[in-house]
């Protein structure tokens, strides 16, 4: 199954996608063609959608082909050229199409069942679209963009060499206070120099988005932008009652796990005072009063980082290693994707940073790109896109590529899910020991995004639910909204960056209201996990069927079928919750 092909019926074999006057036809022949009965209609889809997977699996390969190797020049002007020249024809065919499809007389004939979800998509996108909107979502966009410029120029001097602010990261994990805390007082200045460009960015922004809004017939860009980004299954309350529950839950998990990382320091602290009043001169008697904003990362009993593999191999196989004990399936997808080519995983010279997983529409197989250095967080990803490429392999035979992606709030159930699964086989790479230790920080990650998820998306509600607000007022709700789900953490002598710590938020500049998404996910990632740790084999069919679905259900339906309940409420969560928190009461520190 995993090395099946797709053969094509309506592209021509010889077509050159990365030219527009051999794609422009095809289009022209969809629009032209005539729509009698629902039958028809339904080929139409069939042939709209290979020719769609051939043009995205075009511009996947580009993206690919790009990111394996920077340094190539040619590459990189291919795939912007296909930015330039072919995806912003084929947005305008596209929506020629949609309205098409919208305007057949056999649309009311589909079957509702298989067509519904199609269906919604399409008429939103069409009673959304305002022409008078392109020039202000292209600035949006521009505005977009220059926050990320600014971001990505910020850089200090440390240790005598310019780093970049995600190269200073590491050094919070320093075990000697002093250096985390210089290390992240540099980070925090160099971004206070752009503070106020950064609100004059977003004050722009968040006009050109109410007037977006406002062209297309709603009062409120928060109900806009829930239907352009076809939340069809949750409503504005439903994200409200997220934010309350895990206020009320995860957030005094969350500050019980930093007392402890608090109470662990201050220990450690001790010991080296006694250490140091022996070996050298410097004040022994400080004393650890307080957890500040540059503890929250260390190991608070000063052990070196894990260290799982020692190269690609290594890597490779383990994760392996980890399918083959989970499921046969699993384990031979992954090992299609070694033999044929699909993982690019070690981090090089020329490569793109990040990691992903994309998939060929065409082929209908998944690539993972990765820049593994080593480290427990590199096991993570792997697992992690390995989750999101079962779900692209479990979709294979799905006709229609809208269906084949199911949206991200359970794109990402598929892969964190994976992440949990593995947690307890982690000793494919270390000792009992690590392998527990590795295990806990995961758990631990899990608890310490989620606030910040929560707090993320009540700050953008308040923000878009008053229009006109000054910085001064956003300050005040951002401060809020830290003393209700922060970490705790004493920030004296630091207001000012407490103050604009959003700012470091890519979503709220780049993808407003996207970021819910991923705790969503992590709630259905966890009831699954539950049931895996009750049943294993249970688990695993439900975890298949729902990622056989594709997109093609709603998403309370998806969650259904993978043997979890798509819902907010304390109900769901707390026995979430409880179940991180015993877990991790019995793993060792
Ligand atoms: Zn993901």
């Known amino acids: 199954m995993s090395t099946e092909t797709f053969p094509r019926t309506f592209v021509p074999a010889d077509i050159d996608l990365g030219d527009w006057e051999d794609i422009e036809p095809l289009f022209k022949v969809l629009l032209d063609r005539q729509i009698d009965n629902p039958e028809e209609l339904e080929q139409w889809l069939l042939d709209n959608s290979e020719l769609m997977a051939c043009i995205s699996e075009e511009r996947s390969e580009r993206y690919i082909a790009m990111s394996c190797d920077t340094a190539a020049s040619d590459k990189e002007r291919a795939y912007l050229d296909f930015l330039e020249n072919i995806a912003p024809r084929v947005k305008s065919c596209v929506y020629a199409l949609n309205t098409k499809y919208v305007a057949s007389e056999s649309r009311g004939d589909l079957n509702a069942d298989r067509y519904g979800v199609l269906d919604r998509e399409v008429t939103a996108e069409i009673e959304l679209f305002r022409e008078e909107n ?4 292209t600035e949006v966009s521009k505005l977009a963009q220059q926050y990320q410029k600014i971001t990505g120029a910020m850089t200090v001097e440390y240790k005598d060499e310019e780093h970049t602010l995600p190269q200073m990261a590491k050094y919070l994990e320093e075990t000697d206070r002093d250096v985390r805390q210089q290390a992240w007082k ?82 450690e602290s001790k010991g080296k005072s006694c250490q140091s009043v022996v070996q050298s001169s410097k004040d022994p008697t400080v004393e650890f009063r ?92 792997l697992l992690h896109e390995a989750g999101h490429a079962f779900h692209a392999f479990a979709t294979q035979h799905e006709p229609l590529v809208g269906y084949r992606h199911s949206p991200i709030e359970f794109a990402e159930v598929a892969s964190m899910t994976m992440e949990l699964f593995a947690a307890d ?90 970021y819910i998404e991923y705790g969503i996910a992590q709630l259905g990632a966890l009831q699954l996990w539950l049931r895996f740790k009750r049943d294993q084999d249970e688990a695993l069919r439900g975890y298949r069927a729902a990622l056989a679905l594709g ?37 060792p520190v």
Request: a negative charge.
């Open 290 to 381: 307080t957890l500040r904003p540059w503890d929250l990362e260390v190991d608070p009993l000063g052990r070196d980082p894990l260290r799982p593999f020692e190269n690609i191999e290594r890597l490779e196989s383990g994760v392996q290693e980890i399918f083959t004990r989970l499921d046969p399936e699993l384990a031979r997808l992954f090992a299609s994707m070694r033999s044929q080519g699909d993982l690019d995983l070690e981090s090089r010279k020329g490569k793109a940073p990040g990691g992903y997983m994309s998939t060929r529409d065409e082929k209908r197989r998944p690539f993972i790109f990765m820049n593994a250095a080593g480290v427990q967080r590199d096991v993570e990803t």
């Open 134 to 137: 392109i020039p202000l979502q």
């Open 186 to 267: 540099l980070v925090i200045s160099r971004r206070l120099q752009d503070r106020d460009e950064m609100d004059a960015i977003f004050d722009r922004q968040l006009q050109l988005r109410q007037q977006i809004a406002a062209n297309a017939g709603f009062d409120d860009y928060r109900s806009y932008a829930f239907k352009s980004m076809m939340r069809f299954d949750y409503n504005i309350e439903d994200s409200e009652h997220f934010q309350e529950t895990v206020r009320e839950l995860v957030v005094p998990l969350y500050r019980d796990l930093n007392l402890r990382q608090f109470g662990m320091l201050a220990e």
């Open 425 to 514: 086989e982690l000793d494919v790479f270390y000792d009992t020991k690590d392998a527990a230790r590795a295990k806990r920080k995961h758990l631990e990650s899990i608890i310490k995004i989620i606030p910040w998820i929560a707090q993320i998306d009540r700050f953008q509600h308040w923000i878009y639910a008053n229009p006109g607000h000054s910085v001064v007022d956003r300050t005040a709700c951002w401060l809020e909204l830290d003393r209700a789900f922060g970490a705790q953490v004493d920030w004296s002598g630091y207001q000012e960056s407490r103050e604009s710590y959003w700012q470091r938020q890519l979503h709220l500049f780049v993808h407003p209201f996207y």
């Open 551 to 587: 997109g093609s259900r709603p998403l309370p339906e998806l969650f259904e079928v993978a043997g979890a309940r798509f819902d907010f409420s304390a109900e769901t969560i707390k026995p979430l919750v409880d179940a991180v928190q015993d877990e991790l009461a019995e793993l």
